[in-house]
């Protein structure tokens, strides 16, 4: 019914239809993600060579969603991602106050460096934050296998299709020779 009625909002323009339904599960993975995540996987990668490996522990609302293939999959997409980028923190919310401070510094610092007049330095840090975001935050990066999208969007796709808000409640990385800071 929802493709009958996408259809006809789109005039029969099968394209259209499609987008349309793209943004209405898009909107329904919004509303879905207040709902409580009890269930899930705990994924593990250990990347060729065993010097690195990484655990993640990725939520959704039933045991029975956590069993598909769907959910697999994308468990282990994000431990594969994990491994490649390094994030410190998994949401933009989650990044201490010292480490935003730091950067924050830091990006001051370069862009009077650069000698960029004093009164546009904090809209050039301001947007170099977002970069900061992308390098640290796991849902803000670019998804490492189709970099049209971040991760927390793909996350929001696989809500839409699955039916059940999906959550990354933590990880850890570990590599050969390094401690934990």
Known sequence: MECKS??????????????????RGLATAQKKSLRATTEGLIGTYV?????????????????????????????????????????????????TEQALAQEKEIQRARALGEGKPEKV??????????????????????????????????IAGKIAKLGENITVSRFVRFKVGETGS
């Open 6 to 23: 996408a259809l006809v909002e789109a005039n029969g323009d099968t394209q259209q239809a499609e987008l349309i339904l793209r943004k």
């Open 121 to 154: 330095v904090d809209k050039i840090v301001e947007g170099r934050l977002g970069k900061f975001y992308e390098e640290v935050c796991l849902l803000e990066q670019p998804f490492v296998k189709d970099n049209s999208m971040t991760v927390g969007q793909l």
């Open 47 to 95: 990347h060729t060579g065993g010097k690195l490996g990484v655990m993640v522990e990725v939520n959704c609302e039933s045991d029975f969603v956590a069993r598909t293939d769907d959910f697999k999959d994308l468990v282990h997409d994000i431990s594969m991602q994990i491994a490649a980028t390094d994030p410190r923190f998994i949401r933009k919310e989650e990044v």
